[in-house]
DNA sequence: CGCATCACG
DNA sequence: ACGTACGTGATGCGC
């Protein structure tokens, strides 16, 4: 992605310069020159080499779609002999010689951007550099914007209000952004002094010699001090240091050639005209043989999304400024006339909320925005009298009006406060946003809006924020069609997000003495561990520091340090494993550390988090790549069970209602099933349909042994790789976690695949899948983009390809829980009974015991036939007081 | 605010 | 030679 400093953006946005033309100037040899060399060698079948290509062009069309130039334009050097020879002989002499692999493709590109209609510019004898700052000096002259992207900080100099620098950082996938505050702030200079910097300094790749002995640290100094070359050789005999004196004064025409050399030269023999740098749009019909002649497979992807994404858009981006919808203001009369009218409206109303923070779930609205066709109106709980908002309430729950709203499942929540509930969600656009683009973070009504109208900045008042919704709706209507994401957003997503409302009014009921008790007894453990450890250690420090902890273990005990993370010793409780035995403080540690989470983690947190007797969790579902939900403000999802210690805890939640009795139902082995459903592999379909254990069959088939003769220590091996299957296999991940070495679980792993080739062929097939396409989806079509098959980076390619191998499985499992979540909720309305947690393969509902049988049936049933696999779906039912006493549970359908 | 750590599936 | 299992959220430290 492309990175510019926070500063520049607000920058940018608060001058309004996005009113004024906005050229692009790119320094073709530059960029070049970084993409050469960050990029692996990358090359077409037939040993062309393609990185610069790859790297370029990626770049340019990035640029081309954030940005959205009006003009553009790649310079390029043509360096046969340049002006700058003529003034001084040795320039650029240190230079090394274009490498073997970069020359070639100059030519390629130059080919490329011919048939893409981008504009280029070179000059015999000038190097880009100038040809940059002659089209900058013109195009400020017309009034443009202007954003220079180059690798070369000489372009520094070029800086004004109207132009802003971009230097690749790291090769050049990310840029940073200069603007005269931002080359301030990094070097108090003002940007016509970056030649007299040079001057001094010299550059070494250019050969522009400079005064020796002056880095850029004395040249900055003497900068401040003295402003220009000319002032600090006037002024040499005042500075500080003899031998920086004498330097000064036996080069000082040396630094004043050096400054010549290092100032971009504005005035070329060329004609140009800026028309000539016009935008247009590239078109297909020449861009893709010109790509796929150089096997650019990845930018054509590129250019694919942002071409089809632009086709729809088109006249969207184009005519997307917003239009002003009127704000009808209405009397009393005037509201209760219009709510009847919308009560038989078939046109959907787009609501926005406002609201302030309660103690209660959601909180307490304060004023609603409504927009529909081509009018907005505004109505707030201060203006109106009781009998419209009663009216106004009563539309809200009607299920025949359909509704637009960003975030259907917070309106919910506040209707629900008093009583009320929100029907007839006909789009929700935060949903809707996110199935479009998982990655996204913010989903607010601007955010939304922006993603359709970007230079848009806030909005005046709640009307026209529903107005603005309301327009951009169709977009993502259009966006969710063209992506096929329809079904998954009507059938599952808007509904389930009721579900969640449901789930998180309820909450779940939670003692609070016995919780208190738990910490009070951990408490005290705690503090004698804290005693133990300062004794043994014979220091105290804080041992929830790590840095502190390091240095204790590490440097003053003298243990052995067996790995590192980026800030200094790991002591994390793997290492410290490895060292139980070489100190009696470690074993302290870990319980302490252990201890230490389940209190400030679950204990106190839990007991911030408690209201009347229950917690409300807040299920997030824009969140995660995959599909899952998750929980925060506190998260449910993780509340301790592999150590018994922290299983305890689980004893503290119950059902909110007296008497009632918790049941939990999870499915068994839902992401291998799912794997086995993908892969039609013979084996593990069998196993499946046998009803085996998959673990006890993997081990037989892995070690070639009866399923009698397999161990308990085989069987934990084949656990270990039916996990890792899921999470994409890697040997290195595999030893680690059955710490053996890396050869067995290199042998493992192939004995695996030998008898699952089915699971093989299709975790190659999916991968390969990914690589063209860019993304992969689950069975319910749900998308996920890989961006990191197609990073410069190996270890981020192969992250994608294991990304590639999970997420089809995790999120299709994720699909089914929803699916199977809404149904549940559905079918046990006739009941006491309530859904009170999801944790991702498991359902935790709370019945009245009355209804236990039927509840605990409908629950196994709905789950288990949500949606049939190729493998039957197993669930297991446990039932219990609290969520740590829970025993298995099996419901049968037997008449009474 | 990033990092390290650790809780869950 | 390098750095790796997939997906999350909360806490505390230290810059």
New binding site residues.
Partial sequence: MLETSGYDIVKCEEKGVFTMPKMLILDGNSLANRAFYALPLLTTSDGRPTNVLQGFLTMLFRLEQEQHPDYWVVAFDKTKATVRIEQYAGYKAQRKATPEGLRPQFDYLKEILAELDVPMLELAGYEADDLIAAVTKQAEAQGMQIQVYTGDRDALQLISPKTHIYLTKKGISEVECYDEHALWERYQLRPHQIIDLKGLMGDTSDNIPGVPGVGEKTALKLLWEYETVEGVLANAEKVSGKKLQSSLKEYADQARLSKTLATMLTEIPLEFSLEDFIYRRPQANKVLPALNKYDLRNVTRIWQERHSKDEEARQDTAEMSLATWPVRELSEEGWLTQIKQWQNSKTALTLTCRYERTGLQGGRWLEWGVAVSGESFKLSREEVSSKVSEAWLELLANEQVPKILADSKTVDLLLGNENKCLKGVSFDLGLASYLIQASRTKFTPLDLVKEYVPMLDAFDSIAEEAAALAQVAPKYQKDIENLGLEDLLHTIEEPLSLVLAQMERQGIGIDIEQLKHFGEGISITLKQLEQDIYDLAESSF?I?????LGTILFEKLGLVAAKK???GY?????T?EELRSAHPVIEKILDY??LN?LM??YV??LL?QEKEGRIHTTF?QT????G?L??????L???????EQ??QLRKIFHATEPGYLLLSA?YSQIELRILAHYSQDPLLCESFALGQDVHTRTAAEVFGVSLEAVTSDMRRSAK?VN??LV????E???SR?LGIPRKESKFYIEQYFKRYSGVKYYLESIVAQAKQDGQVRTLFNRLRRIPELYHAN??QR??GE??AM??PV?GTAADIMKLAMIQVAEGIKPYRAAVLLQ????LLLQVAPEDLKKVALILKETMENAFPLSVPMTVDCKVGPNWYDMKPYQPNDNKE
Avoid: C, M, W
């Fill in positions: 804080n929830n520091s790590p840095k502190q993370t980026k800030t790991s002591t994390d409780a793997e410290l550390r252990q989470k400030s983690t106190n947190g911030a997030q969140v995660t790549a995959t899952r998750s929980s925060t403000e506190p998260n999802q993780n509340i301790p069970i592999r150590l922290g299983r999870d270990a996990f890792g999470y994409g296999l890697t290195f991940g595999l976690d190996r270890v192969q992250l294991r990304i999970n997420t995790q944790v991702h393969d498991e």
